[in-house]
């Protein structure tokens, strides 16, 4: 599909200045299932798709905790996924160790993104074709970062990767200026919320979702089935407005057509999206 005389090699640049390999692993985060992150002043919440290749399976794991101050959402191959959160579990227990404090967010974040940028220059490696959302709490607040293949990260207020994640950014970026000031619970509802946008024929509930929360005084952990189950009950009763109030905006908003527009582009069959 996309063969061409420059992909054969990491290290190969084509003429337009490209990198086809590491288009290749960023396209692999695409196809995975979504993955959110939103963060406030206090709290930093993680929300998954939990997706099976089959019924007769269990679905992956896609959230990781890394430490009690800091977690882990991924989407794409989740092997590696598996492998750059074990290298954060490592670099989170040697400072701890060598230094008695809990390692800074941004200083980890780096770090991992110094270890995807090397596989972007070496022949006989590949990109890893996994994207991370890095979320958790230091000394100077709630941060969450993206970690791309390319070995680029970027800090944001809340963000969304994976299949049809498009439809959960729109839903985001019309809501992020409230973030800063929310509350645990209306920061959980915000992140089911926009989950939700990206299922396509399907009803969310506790048994296809994975909702995790770190915070002040808060360790890293993952809800269980009954409290999210509960919060989606809460929010089917109360709070159904809030999505067709996004979608008004939507039609109303001429600049927002374009980003419908590309949400399709995530719809394909991806044989990676677990």
């Given at each position: 599909?996309f063969?061409?005389q420059?992909?054969?090699?990491?290290?190969?640049?084509?003429?337009?200045?490209?990198?086809?390999?590491?288009?290749?692993?960023?396209?692999?985060?695409?196809?995975?299932?979504?993955?959110?992150?939103?963060?406030?002043?206090?709290?930093?919440?993680f929300?998954?798709?939990?997706?099976?290749?089959?019924e007769?399976?269990s679905?992956?794991?896609?959230?990781?905790?890394?430490?009690d101050?800091?977690?882990?959402?991924?989407?794409?191959?989740?092997?590696?996924?598996?492998?750059?959160?074990r290298?954060?579990?490592?670099?989170?227990i040697n400072?701890?160790?060598?230094?008695?404090?809990?390692?800074?967010?941004g200083?980890?974040?780096?770090?991992?993104?110094?270890?995807?940028?090397?596989?972007?220059?070496?022949?006989?490696?590949?990109?890893?074709g996994?994207?991370?959302l890095?979320?958790?709490?230091?000394?100077?607040?709630a941060h969450?970062?993206?970690?791309?293949?390319?070995?680029?990260?970027?800090?944001?207020?809340?963000?969304?990767?994976?299949?049809?994640?498009?439809?959960?950014?729109?839903?985001?970026?019309?809501?992020?200026?409230t973030?800063?000031?929310s509350?645990?619970?209306s920061?959980l509802?915000?992140?089911?919320?926009?989950?939700?946008?990206?299922?396509q024929?399907?009803?969310?509930?506790?048994?296809?979702?994975?909702?995790?929360?770190?915070?002040?005084?808060?360790?890293?952990?993952?809800?269980?089935?009954?409290?999210?189950?509960a919060?989606?009950?809460?929010?089917?009763?109360?709070?159904?407005?809030?999505p067709?109030?996004?979608?008004?905006?939507?039609?109303?908003?001429?600049?927002?057509?374009?980003?419908?527009?590309?949400?399709?582009?995530?719809?394909?069959?991806?044989?990676?999206?677990?």
């Amino acid at each position: 599909m996309f063969r061409n005389q420059y992909d054969t090699d990491v290290t190969t640049w084509s003429p337009a200045g490209r990198l086809f390999q590491v288009e290749y692993a960023m396209e692999a985060v695409k196809q995975g299932s979504a993955a959110i992150c939103l963060r406030s002043k206090t709290h930093v919440i993680f929300a998954c798709l939990n997706k099976a290749n089959s019924e007769l399976s269990s679905y992956q794991k896609k959230i990781f905790k890394v430490d009690d101050h800091i977690g882990v959402a991924i989407a794409g191959l989740t092997a590696d996924g598996r492998v750059l959160s074990r290298y954060m579990r490592t670099e989170c227990i040697n400072y701890s160790y060598s230094y008695e404090s809990p390692l800074p967010v941004g200083r980890l974040v780096v770090q991992l993104a110094d270890k995807a940028q090397v596989c972007t220059q070496r022949s006989w490696k590949r990109p890893y074709g996994v994207g991370l959302l890095v979320g958790g709490l230091d000394e100077s607040g709630a941060h969450l970062y993206y970690n791309c293949p390319s070995g680029n990260y970027f800090e944001y207020q809340a963000f969304a990767i994976g299949s049809r994640s498009q439809a959960a950014k729109t839903y985001l970026e019309r809501r992020f200026e409230t973030f800063m000031d929310s509350s645990r619970e209306s920061l959980l509802k915000d992140a089911l919320f926009a989950l939700r946008e990206t299922l396509q024929g399907e009803k969310l509930t506790s048994s296809n979702c994975t909702v995790s929360v770190v915070g002040v005084g808060e360790a890293f952990h993952t809800l269980d089935k009954e409290t999210i189950q509960a919060l989606i009950n809460e929010f089917e009763i109360a709070g159904e407005e809030a999505p067709a109030e996004v979608s008004e905006q939507a039609a109303s908003d001429q600049p927002a057509a374009p980003e419908e527009g590309a949400a399709p582009a995530d719809e394909g069959a991806a044989p990676m999206d677990i």
